[in-house]
């Protein structure tokens, strides 16, 4: 994740990035982020992805895109990249 939100915050286009739950090195990544909200906990994860108007959630851990983060997020209208659950399944 952390190699993840270092590329994202590459892009003229991104102004911070938020991690879910983060870790030690990007706490310390200048633009990020740590959210204290466990990578299972969908309903949560959605409500900070509307309540702070996340233009993208891009999805590192293989156990939400199994468990359907993907298609819970596009049923809410929300921007989100990875595999919906079938797909992830196949994996």
Do not use: Y
């Not at 299972?40 to 939400?64: H, R, S, Y």
């Not at 895109?65 to 819970?72: E, H, M, P, R, Y």
């Not at 209208?77 to 079938?86: D, E, S, T, V």
């Amino acid at each position: 994740e952390h190699a993840l939100a270092w590329k994202c915050l590459q892009s003229p286009l991104v102004e911070k990035v938020f991690v879910a739950p983060g870790n030690a090195g990007t706490a310390i990544e200048e633009g990020v982020e740590n959210v204290d909200i466990g990578v299972m906990d969908f309903a949560a994860l959605k409500n900070f992805a509307e309540t702070n108007d996340i233009g993208l959630t891009i999805v590192g851990p293989e156990a939400p895109l199994v468990d359907g983060i993907v298609d819970l997020f596009e049923s809410a209208g929300l921007k989100i990249f990875g595999p919906r659950k079938g797909a992830a399944q196949l994996e």
